[in-house]
């Protein structure tokens, strides 16, 4: 099993950046799949990026192109996303999660299938 932990959220102001931080405990197995979600208050859950640990392939929600970067660490079952010029609109929960490469680099109805974070709170202020 596999257990994200994300770590680096907070609150700052319109056009500021935060950068948070997933990583992962337990055994990977195979090809691996580490990307961003993110929960409004009163919307569903939405991708935000995706980047597959063999071979760093990025993968980008159209929100967060431009704006967001995720990267990977020399230790592979660490991922970051770098959020710059953060907007209102970008208040969420944010959730890093894990999942086998098959499932594609964009799950949207394998949820269940996905080893998920807690989360940790972006608030950004106008």
């Known amino acids: 099993q596999v257990q994200p932990v994300e770590s680096g959220g907070g609150s700052v102001h319109s056009g500021g950046s935060l950068r948070l931080s997933c990583a992962l405990s337990?055994?990977?197995?195979?090809?691996?799949?580490m990307g961003w979600f993110r929960q409004a208050p009163r919307k569903q859950r939405e991708w935000v990026a995706t980047i597959t640990t063999d071979d760093g392939a990025e993968y980008y929600a159209d929100f967060a192109k431009g704006r967001f970067a995720i990267s990977q660490a020399n230790v592979k079952n660490t991922v970051y996303l770098q959020m710059n010029s953060l907007k209102p609109e970008d208040t969420a929960i944010y959730y890093c999660a894990a999942w086998r490469r098959s499932l594609g680099f964009a799950p949207i109805d394998d949820q269940a299938k996905m080893n998920w974070g807690q989360g940790t709170q972006v608030t950004v202020s106008s």
């Open positions: 337990g055994n990977t197995g195979g090809p691996v799949c």
